[in-house]
């Protein structure tokens, strides 16, 4: 394995941080790689090693049509000598993702809503005779991937009162609470669910926790849903990469960062916090979202 990657810490300045007296930082997992970005590279990370150890040559997978861990399973895929196949949740679309996925040579299957939930069966229904392919769960998801990411823990440079991410299966959150408590850190961790009302992600990340601790889980940023936008969201993301030169999109970093500034203006960290977000990647995802930019 010759994909090895940490990333860098970075201070964000902004005048309602100075006037709250807090400090923000952005672990930039978005610099990991242009492709295999952010919390997917650590996902993947333990499930390729696996899957070299176990001698397989074929990596299959599954995701939406804008999914970012199509795009990093496939170039992670074309780096690493693996063939790949992905499946992609319903009717035959082109976008930018799927155009770079399938350049990066994963063959795409398109597959009915229905047939797309039973993924086990799609697997063994076209590579029941292949002793090579190797079976990725949508974004990773398993207990491998919440290890890769607990991982990111031991990369930072310094102790933060609060941490922040977005989380869409949990999977993230979970490493991330893992590599704190392992680490005998009390950060407190506060996971912002991209979807709306989503108090049921409480237990997607209880489900990969080592040990029972207390997060938070603020649902009050969903936007509307997963994917969703509304004008507020789209004005903050287009001031904030144009104030700091750091792209985030609408679907995951950008929900999250709305998050840390919005409990900043109520007053919701003690003057003196230090405060971490994690830059999960998947900055491609922006080009699937260009039209509700209005630029
Ligand atoms: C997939 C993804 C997430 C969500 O990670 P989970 O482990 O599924 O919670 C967050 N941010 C970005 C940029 C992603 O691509």
Same mark, same amino acid.
């Given at each position: 394995?010759?994909?090895?990657?940490?990333?860098?810490?970075?201070?964000?300045?902004?005048?309602?941080?100075?006037?709250?007296?807090?400090?923000?930082?952005?672990?930039?997992?978005?610099?990991?790689?242009?492709?295999?970005?952010?919390?997917?590279?650590?996902?993947?990370?333990?499930?390729? $090693?696996? +899957?070299?150890?176990?001698? *397989? =040559?074929?990596?299959?997978?599954? /995701?939406?049509?804008? #999914? &970012?861990?199509? @795009?990093?399973?496939?170039? $992670?895929? +074309?780096?690493?000598?693996? *063939? =790949?196949?992905?499946?992609?949740? /319903?009717?035959?679309? #082109? &976008?930018?993702? @799927?155009?770079?996925?399938?350049?990066?040579?994963?063959?795409?299957?398109? =597959?009915?809503?229905?047939?797309?939930?039973?993924?086990?069966?799609?697997?063994?229904?076209?590579?029941?005779?292949?002793?090579?392919?190797?079976?990725?769960?949508?974004?990773?998801?398993?207990?491998?991937?919440?290890?890769?990411?607990?991982?990111?823990?031991?990369?930072?440079?310094?102790?933060?009162?609060?941490?922040?991410?977005?989380?869409?299966?949990?999977?993230?959150?979970?490493?991330?609470?893992?590599?704190?408590?392992?680490?005998?850190?009390?950060?407190?961790?506060?996971?912002?669910?991209?979807?709306?009302?989503?108090?049921?992600?409480?237990?997607?990340?209880?489900?990969?926790?080592?040990?029972?601790?207390?997060?938070?889980?603020?649902?009050?940023?969903?936007?509307?849903?997963?994917?969703?936008?509304?004008?507020?969201?789209?004005?903050?993301?287009?001031?904030?990469?144009?104030?700091?030169?750091?792209?985030?999109?609408?679907?995951?970093?950008?929900?999250?960062?709305?998050?840390?500034?919005?409990?900043?203006?109520?007053?919701?960290?003690?003057?003196?916090?230090?405060?971490?977000?994690?830059?999960?990647?998947?900055?491609?995802?922006?080009?699937?979202?260009?039209?509700?930019?209005?630029?």
């Amino acid at each position: 394995m010759y994909l090895q990657f940490s990333s860098p810490v970075h201070q964000i300045e902004d005048a309602l941080f100075t006037d709250q007296k807090v400090e923000l930082y952005l672990k930039r997992d978005d610099l990991i790689h242009p492709l295999i970005s952010g919390n997917k590279w650590r996902k993947l990370k333990y499930l390729l $090693a696996d +899957a070299q150890y176990q001698q *397989k =040559t074929h990596l299959v997978t599954f /995701g939406g049509a804008f #999914s &970012n861990h199509l @795009l990093a399973t496939a170039s $992670a895929a +074309a780096t690493l000598g693996f *063939k =790949t196949t992905g499946f992609v949740r /319903g009717e035959k679309v #082109s &976008n930018d993702t @799927l155009f770079m996925c399938s350049l990066l040579g994963m063959k795409l299957i398109f =597959t009915d809503r229905s047939s797309y939930q039973h993924k086990q069966e799609l697997f063994l229904a076209h590579f029941f005779n292949d002793p090579e392919a190797y079976f990725i769960d949508e974004g990773g998801a398993s207990a491998q991937a919440a290890f890769g990411c607990s991982e990111l823990v031991d990369e930072l440079p310094e102790k933060y009162d609060h941490l922040f991410c977005a989380s869409g299966t949990g999977t993230t959150a979970a490493g991330i609470i893992n590599g704190l408590v392992g680490n005998g850190l009390s950060t407190q961790f506060h996971a912002i669910p991209v979807f709306k009302n989503a108090d049921w992600m409480k237990q997607e990340i209880k489900k990969y926790l080592l040990k029972e601790v207390s997060f938070n889980l603020h649902t009050g940023y969903g936007f509307g849903g997963y994917a969703k936008t509304t004008p507020e969201l789209i004005t903050f993301i287009k001031k904030f990469i144009a104030a700091t030169g750091i792209l985030i999109d609408p679907v995951y970093t950008g929900k999250m960062l709305f998050a840390v500034y919005d409990l900043a203006r109520k007053n919701y960290f003690l003057p003196g916090s230090k405060i971490l977000a994690i830059h999960t990647g998947g900055t491609f995802g922006l080009l699937g979202m260009k039209n509700q930019f209005q630029i």
